[in-house]
């Protein structure tokens, strides 16, 4: 994700904005549930105002980060990866409060 850069060489994301969270599923079911099969899904949420072209280089940077990542296991059983963006274009209420953001804009 801050690797990601922009037409002009500027992160798209910002550091302290940056989150993940990961949470397995107890329960699943891929296909027709007879096989060894696996899924990843990965949905990256964003504030509006960036480019289409930016959505796309990022999703297909991302994309190839979760191909490498889990090449290993591609290889030995079918997996099937989902990336998903959405930008929330009309938002309804959007608060923040961090003492994140000082930690990362800091002078180098």
Do not use: W
């Not at 999703?59 to 997996?79: H, M, S, Y």
Request: glycine share 10%; aromatic share 6%.
């Amino acid at each position: 994700m801050l690797e990601q850069r922009d037409a002009t060489g500027k992160a798209v994301f910002p550091t302290g904005g940056t989150r993940v969270l990961a949470y397995p599923a107890a329960h699943c079911a891929v296909a027709d549930g007879n096989g060894d099969y696996g899924f990843l899904y990965a949905n990256l949420r964003m504030g509006s105002g960036r480019s289409p072209a930016v959505h796309k280089a990022v999703g297909d940077n991302l994309l190839q980060v979760l191909r490498q990542r889990l090449d290993g296991l591609l290889q030995q059983r079918p997996i099937g990866i989902t990336l998903q963006i959405d930008e929330s274009a009309q938002q309804v209420y959007d608060a923040k409060h961090s003492t994140l953001h000082p930690l990362f804009n800091r002078p180098a």
